[in-house]
């Protein structure tokens, strides 16, 4: 069975004529009527009453035509969202975030391509960078933003800007009228981070375990707002980007001697067929990209 049998089976149907549905379809009568004797061998069943003047349906015919008019539909549906794929009219990008993903790195980067494809949808798994990472390893996902090791040879890694590290603290804080602080100025501090398996907490610790220092970490929670209210309700202080907390007015950021920097990534499966909208993504990143601020 051929789409251009059902199509000839639908002209046919409509014109109630096999001639004029051969000048419909611009084809000779003798093609359509084969086509439809080749049909009906196959399906081992009449579609068409021939005996009056005008052809009609038979009843075997009507249930088929009900079925073919919903094939053609989805055949038509189909070709139209492939289309709108093509054009970038459409279509989803599933992307993997961190909990820090309201960096301006990231932020901007969205802001740029909803701007430029406001017609493709946009879906959000929020997670870890090494939970993101097999995310990506089995297809769940398109592209992940995130802070990561970016060892993976599975995975290719685009830089994102550098986003400068601040202490950040209330307004109530004994820290607050500080201009800088260094990391050994904190080891008596209550110190609020991320959950244990995040590989950004990992990194913090690791700066501080560089120093020869660590603060005592009094609460580990999984979301940047729940973290920046215990800090504005002087619970302890944390270490974040400064751009997380740019319109936090309850909350004091305090650059780091030496200042400490993160770099953000865009990540994605290597030999993966990557669709038109993550190519998209993909491609402004690497025009408008930048690895240092």
Do not use: W
């Not at 959950?195 to 580990?220: G, M, V, W």
């Amino acid at each position: 069975m051929e789409i251009r049998q059902l199509e000839y089976f639908l002209m046919v149907n409509e014109t109630h004529s096999f001639t004029r549905a051969a000048e419909r379809l611009y084809v000779s009568q003798p093609a359509v009527t084969s086509a439809i004797r080749s049909l009906e061998e196959e399906l081992e069943i009449q579609l068409f009453d021939r005996t009056q003047k005008q052809i009609t349906l038979t009843s075997e015919g009507q249930i088929f035509l009900r079925h073919v008019q919903k094939v053609m539909e989805g055949i038509s549906n189909t070709l139209n969202e492939i289309d709108a794929l093509k054009s970038l009219n459409g279509g989803t990008l599933k992307i993997g975030l961190t909990p820090l993903a309201g960096v301006s790195a990231t932020t901007s980067l969205l802001k740029e391509f909803t701007s430029q494809y406001p017609q493709i949808k946009l879906v959000f798994t929020e997670s870890h960078s090494n939970l993101l990472e097999q995310e990506l390893l089995i297809d769940a996902i398109d592209v992940a933003i995130l802070f990561s090791a970016q060892n993976n040879n599975a995975l290719t890694y685009l830089p994102l800007p550098r986003e400068e590290l601040y202490v950040i603290c209330s307004r109530q804080h004994h820290l607050r009228r500080n201009n800088s602080v260094q990391l050994t100025d904190l080891v008596n501090e209550s110190l609020i981070l991320l959950a244990a398996d995040c590989f950004y907490r990992q990194q913090i610790i690791q700066t501080f375990e560089k120093s020869n220092t660590l603060p005592q970490i009094n609460f580990e929670l999984n979301h940047i707002e729940s973290i920046k209210r215990f800090v504005a309700s002087n619970l302890g202080i944390t270490i974040l980007p400064g751009s997380l907390c740019d319109t936090d007015t309850d909350l004091v950021t305090i650059p780091l001697d030496p200042p400490l920097y993160r770099q953000p990534a865009l990540a994605y499966k290597t030999n993966r067929h990557n669709s038109r909208a993550a190519n998209a993504f993909i491609e402004l990143l690497q025009k408008g990209g930048s690895t240092d601020e």
